[in-house]
């Protein structure tokens, strides 16, 4: 059976969402990143990235969420876009790996929790965030769907962090682009959505963000020089 390592984070719900809409069995296995567990050394043999997700597929291991939608989509052959679109579905998951997924975790970091954050570099990942979105909510304004007319795992990928814009870029971000909200909302409407993100209650994640929790998360602080 597949093992699926996670916690409740934008990235590995959106596997997680691909994993329920496509009725794969799995076995969930939490990793606790508040407490360090991505830096053991059995996960550091599945990721030598330290990051979640990652999944193990009869011995088959693939991490980074992208990457991992791409060969369950393809491996399964489900909520793959047509062969002709596929110049346009590797352009849309590399927008949302390279540009989505990247600036809306700084950004994230820098709004909420870089206590000594220069305006700089808030400006910049806000700034860059936005943008990113922006070009999301145009090409939405006259696609129901990001590729090809239909419901995608390319969909899934973007819904990750799309799910969270307020979080990313303050209350209310969301309603300045109403198109990626609209695919947001009717993502999230779907059974396989509501599992996915029901999926972490079932485990027992360290729930504060503590010292404990700032030293595995932002080992940069905790470095010696």
Do not use: C
Request: avoid cysteine.
């Amino acid at each position: 059976m597949l093992k699926f390592y996670f916690n409740g984070s934008p990235n590995p719900t959106k596997v997680a969402l691909f994993l329920e809409e496509a009725g794969l069995l799995y076995e969930a296995v939490a990793v606790d990143t508040k407490r360090g567990q991505q830096f053991g050394s059995e996960f550091l043999k599945l990721n030598p990235n330290a990051k979640v997700p990652v999944i193990d597929d009869g011995g088959t291991i693939v991490f980074d969420s992208n990457a991992i939608l791409l060969y369950l989509a393809e491996k399964h052959d489900m909520f793959m876009p047509e062969s002709r679109y596929r110049g346009d579905m590797l352009s849309w998951l590399m927008f949302v790996a390279t540009g989505i997924g990247p600036y809306s975790g700084q950004a994230v970091h820098f709004r909420h929790f870089a206590n000594d954050a220069s305006p700089y570099s808030s400006n910049r990942y806000q700034f860059e965030a936005e943008r990113h979105f922006k070009v999301l909510d145009d090409h939405l304004t006259s696609n129901e769907f990001l590729v090809g007319g239909r419901y995608s795992f390319v969909d899934m990928a973007a819904w990750g962090w799309a799910r969270m814009m307020d979080f990313v870029m303050g209350d209310g971000a969301s309603s300045r682009f109403p198109h990626v909200q609209r695919l947001v909302d009717q993502i999230g409407a779907r059974d396989a959505a509501i599992r996915a993100l029901a999926l972490k209650e079932r485990f027992q994640f360290k729930p504060a963000f503590d010292d404990e929790a700032r030293r595995h998360m932002f080992r940069h602080q905790h470095q010696k020089s």
